[in-house]
């Protein structure tokens, strides 16, 4: 994946969204990933003097696998029959092992893509495939241009050119790692803060 040669403020809401304001989603937590945790330290200690970029706490690590609405919009009662959904369609999906090596810039931030990243894809799918079956194809998200597909180390919070970001990132010596993934976490997810936080819900457990 290339770098991109500017960079834009993440620091901005997105639509619907507002302070004290949270949403149902389903992601992948990664803070417990132990290989993960000391690649992201390596780039990020790389990264701590340079402007522009917010690091990302590492207990908030994650892959943002699909957004399904807001908590002041859904229904309570939908939430067990969506887990339930979502616990069926994941049957035949195995545990995800994912790779994670190079940095990137991205557009906002910089990021770890994971490899290989139809896995992603492929997960996702079940997912807004479990949202139709109880909320209706209408209902459904639609697909953000640029979907997750990677861990973010920090975000920037300036516009400008990336030069320094990629040189910093080209230039610091990391080793790749893997990450094992028995579940998904339904999160209530809040955007008030420099990084996305949140309160697990619920999880389902994949190829149960």
């Keep these: 994946m290339p770098h991109v040669d500017q960079v834009r403020n993440h620091a901005r809401w997105r639509p619907g969204w507002r ?3 949270t949403g149902y989603a389903w992601l992948l937590p990664l803070s417990d990933q132990p290989g993960l945790r000391k690649l992201v330290n390596d780039y990020q200690y790389a990264l701590r003097d340079l402007p522009g970029f917010d690091l990302v706490p ?3 690590m994650h892959i943002l696998v699909q957004e399904i609405g807001f908590t002041d919009e859904i229904d309570e009662a939908r939430i067990e029959p969506l887990v339930a959904a979502t616990r069926k369609r994941l049957e035949s999906v195995l545990p995800l092992t994912l790779a994670f090596h190079h940095a990137v810039v991205q557009p906002e931030s910089l990021s770890l893509p994971a490899e290989p990243q139809s896995t992603i894809i492929e997960l996702r799918t079940a997912v807004r495939e479990a949202l139709a079956d109880v909320l209706g194809e209408a209902a ?3 697909e953000p241009e640029d979907v997750d597909k990677h861990v973010s180390l920090a975000h920037s919070t ?3 050119p990336a ?3 990629v040189a910093t990132l ?4 990391v080793e790749p790692t893997t990450a094992k993934l028995p579940t998904l976490s339904l999160v209530k997810l809040n955007r008030d803060h ?3 936080e949140w309160e697990k819900v619920a999880e389902v457990p994949l190829g149960s």
Excluded at 170 to 173: E, F, I, K, P
């Design 194 to 196: 420099s990084c996305s």
């Design 58 to 60: 590492l207990e908030w």
């Design 158 to 160: 300036t516009d400008g």
């Design 140 to 142: 459904v998200p639609p």
């Design 170 to 173: 080209s230039g610091t010596q």
């Design 163 to 165: 030069i320094f970001a």
């Design 19 to 21: 302070a004290g304001r």
